[in-house]
């Protein structure tokens, strides 16, 4: 073993703690960028592989009735490679345990289960035979949500009568892996479920004897999906369809890509600043490390050896602690992956969701922090050995000391010696000091980055819960009913206030953009539901135009004032230019509101409701959601608490895993800044603080005098960090809202105040490290470095 790399064994031993510390920096920042960028390659991975064994479509059709027979012009459309017509109904399960109403969505099936498209993926048991009536499949999530098995029965209300169904199998479809009720935005999977059976079961349920109200449709390889689109509707009118639409925009599947979408962000967001917070740190703590030895390397290069062979050293040195670094953060980036992957199983139903590696992120991750420790290390190590060894082995020339900028703010009864020193100290090595408050200052956002994803939450939860749907339950019926439904409903025990609504599916088209939703009719003297705008100021619907979501108004790329063209896809299908009267803020979904008359007069159907919003009794819920099940005008019943309760089950629940793991990498990222700040404090002046102690100060004098340094520097980085905290949060809730959930910037004190005390925890905890280092100092061994 060669002189020098026993000497790197001997500096490693003794600067264990700090290389520990700047290894655990890397480790951050490897690890968030590993287990981001594979979670995400493994999410989009499950979900491909998935697609293509299932067969899933590229097309979807909703219409009220079509015969069988035109199917084949369906087939003749340029683009379309096959064409599979289904009967598709949402019907309510008689579910005696059940609180609420329990709905479920029939699909029917013509090839047991293996469809030509949207094919079956059995878990348990098997696809209900052809011909055979009185079987069923049901979906995973529901099943398991139920306690639900195969040979077990269940009863469903079909059109007045109820039938029983045997449940045969258990099944997973590319459909519905987010199975969620149409017009809410969060799936209950206790209170929703996926039902297929035979075609046969389907036609006699619902007098659709050669005829069908569903189509999904695959593309020809290369195949425009919007002049087959524009095909579908023009042939499909005249049958009531409600528009076909492309993959990316059915309901699963848009929330699946957004999901995708959001996490293939986090990928490249957060590990940026992460990484680059962790670089910029790494940088200057090995730079300072490297210059603390000038003497040592000017003895090296005395004794004859060469530059390249002492920069090979110190980069040997390097390596090993980015390799110790990289080494626990690849360990860290999979445990961070694999706990990513097992909170999607229960929220995304795909077949096979297994963590995979993806090795480039672990080869980037090394070499991105291995680039920013050997800049430190060259950056320092060239200004010493372009000094020659006589001058680098004196001491560094002495600061230029002198009443400073800092000394005046001061009151001159507050000055003493000691202050003095502190002070002069700081000013003379500004660089140095101002590096050490920017290192100090990144650690408090990325704490904040780990910690404010709760005030994110409880924001959405305040506003769209509390502020914007202030009902407790919403009851929807299976067709426009008379606006006398509300009265009725009103007279309900219980029911303190009830206000009914209109929700009409539209596409929306400004230019070259559509986009399908739902407008959703208000009386401007409505309580139970109110739009806010971006102040969270209630704002009334106007009668003259529509009303748009912020995020919807983005993707059309309009703003208030403007014209847009409404097109209602069901009815008469009506189309009529509104100007958009105002824009609201909402945490989640993309809807629009008109006023409620204005809205019927616009369909032609008079003065009716489709669901209506009520505050209940707290007490009298459990009552009347038994009393609501046996009621036929009623369809679906959702109450908040349930909602509520899904979503942060499902929502937060997911975004809280995420959330904590980078709360401990925060963690370890602002003890590293604190702790190797003090630490290379010590060792730049353990001789000024030796000479300070033969002259008879004190160990506490000491010590004070470099704390006292520290203390500064710590009490300039956390605010400048808190300050840099709202531009953090703001950048990452900017790109990590999409079409499902807006993530608000919210920032609440508690979170400022835990950032704060995290770093002050972490400098009294590195300080007591430092003070024992101080109280042990060998005054002899530190003299004679200088001589």
């Given amino acids: 073993m060669s002189l020098l790399d026993r000497k790197l064994l001997r ?10 510390t700047i290894a655990l920096l ?10 981001s960028v594979s979670t995400y390659d493994s999410l989009r991975d499950g979900c491909e592989r998935f697609y293509a064994t299932a067969r899933f479509p590229q097309i979807f059709v909703a219409l009220k009735r079509a015969p069988l027979s035109i199917v084949a012009r369906l087939n003749a459309i340029a683009g379309v490679a096959a064409v599979e017509p289904r009967i598709v109904r949402e ?30 993926h059995l878990r348990r048991g098997t696809a209900p035979a052809p011909g055979v009536a009185g079987t069923a499949a049901i979906n995973e999530a529901f099943a398991e949500a139920n306690g639900m098995k195969p040979g077990e029965d269940v009863r469903v209300l079909l059109n007045g009568r109820v039938q029983g169904f045997r449940i045969s199998g258990i099944a997973l479809s590319p459909e519905y892996v987010y199975a969620v009720k149409p017009g809410l935005p969060i799936p209950d999977d206790r209170l929703y479920a996926i039902l297929w059976v035979d075609r046969s079961a389907a036609e006699a349920a619902f007098d659709m004897k050669g005829a069908f109200n569903d189509a999904v449709i695959s593309l020809a390889p290369g195949a425009d999906p919007k002049p087959v689109i524009a095909a ?30 959001q996490q293939k962000v986090m990928s490249i967001t957060i590990p940026f600043i992460f990484f680059g917070v962790a670089a910029f740190l790494l940088n200057g703590a090995l730079g300072r490390l490297v210059a603390a030895q000038r003497e040592q390397i000017a003895a090296l290069k005395a004794l004859g050896f060469p530059t390249f062979e002492l920069t090979l050293h110190y ?58 420790a050997s800049l430190g290390v060259l950056t320092a190590l060239r200004n010493v050995v372009s000094l020659a060894p006589a001058v680098a082995m004196r001491p560094a020339a002495p600061l230029s ?8 703010l001061l009151p001159a009864k507050t000055i003493n010696p000691r202050r003095i020193m502190i002070l002069r100290n700081m000013a003379g090595r500004p660089l140095r000091s101002m590096l050490t408050v920017v290192g100090i200052a990144f650690a408090v956002p990325m704490m904040v980055l780990g910690t404010f994803w709760r005030d994110a939450i409880d924001q959405m939860i305040d506003v769209q819960f509390n502020m914007v749907e202030r009902g407790n339950t919403m009851v929807t019926f299976p067709h426009p009913l008379d606006r006398a439904i509300v009265r009725d409903l009103s007279r309900l025990p219980g029911v303190l206030a009830v206000e009914g609504q209109r929700i009409v599916p539209v596409r929306l088209r400004a230019g070259h953009r559509t986009y399908l939703t739902s407008v959703i009719g208000l009386s401007t003297r409505d309580e139970l539901r109110r739009p806010h705008d971006a102040a969270l100021r209630p704002i009334e619907v106007s009668p003259e135009g529509i009303t748009l979501t912020r995020r919807l108004s983005d993707r059309l790329g309009v703003t208030t004032g403007e014209i847009i063209t409404v097109e209602t896809m069901e009815g008469r299908r009506q189309k009529r230019d509104l100007p958009i009267s105002a824009s609201v803020d909402e945490s989640i979904g ?9 809205l019927n007069r616009f369909t032609g159907e008079g003065a009716v409701v489709s669901a209506a919003t009520m505050y ?32 942060l089950d499902k929502i937060a629940g997911l975004v809280f895993v995420s959330a904590g793991i980078l709360t401990v990498f925060a963690v370890i990222i602002a003890v590293g800044v604190v702790y190797n700040s003090a630490r290379i404090g010590l060792q730049e002046r353990a001789w000024e603080l030796a000479s300070l102690r033969v002259l008879g100060f004190t160990r506490g004098e000491v010590a004070g005098i470099l704390f006292g340094e520290f203390a500064i520097e710590i009490a300039l980085g956390i605010p400048i960090g808190l300050g840099l905290s709202q531009g953090v949060i703001s950048l990452i809730a900017r790109f990590h809202s999409n079409e499902s959930f807006q993530i608000p910037a919210v920032i609440e004190p508690r979170t400022y105040l835990i950032a704060a005390s995290v770093v002050l925890a972490a400098a009294l905890a590195s300080a007591y490290i430092v003070r024992r280092r101080v109280d042990q100092l060998d005054l002899v061994a530190a003299l004679k470095t200088r001589e």
């Fill in 11 to 20: 500096d490693i031993d003794a600067m264990r703690g700090q290389v520990l």
């Fill in 26 to 35: 890397v480790a951050a920042g490897v690890a968030v960028f590993v287990g």
């Fill in 91 to 120: 019907v309510i399960v008689d579910w005696p345990s059940a609180s609420l109403p329990v709905s479920a969505r029939m699909v029917s099936l013509t090839h047991a289960g293996d469809e030509p498209l949207a094919r079956l």
């Fill in 232 to 261: 579908l509707d023009r042939l499909l009118e005249p049958y009531g369809s409600v528009g076909a639409v492309e993959r990316r925009d059915q309901p699963s599947n848009r929330f699946l890509e957004d999901e995708l979408n």
């Fill in 315 to 372: 980069l040997k040195l390097v390596a090993v602690i980015v390799l110790i670094g990289s080494a626990l953060g690849i360990a860290a980036g999979v445990a961070f992956g694999e706990a990513m992957i097992s909170s999607y199983h229960g929220f995304f139903r795909l077949p096979d969701l297994p963590f995979r590696l993806t090795p480039w992120s672990a080869a980037v991750g090394i070499a991105i922090s291995l680039a920013a």
């Fill in 401 to 408: 000391f002198r009443r400073s900028w800092m000394e005046a």
């Fill in 590 to 598: 993309m809807a629009s509101y008109m006023e409620i008359d204005t």
């Fill in 616 to 647: 209940v009794e707290p007490t009298a819920l459990a009552a009347l959601a038994q009393r609501f099940k046996n009621l036929p005008t009623i369809e679906s019943v959702t109450m908040k608490a349930y909602t509520l309760s899904s979503f």
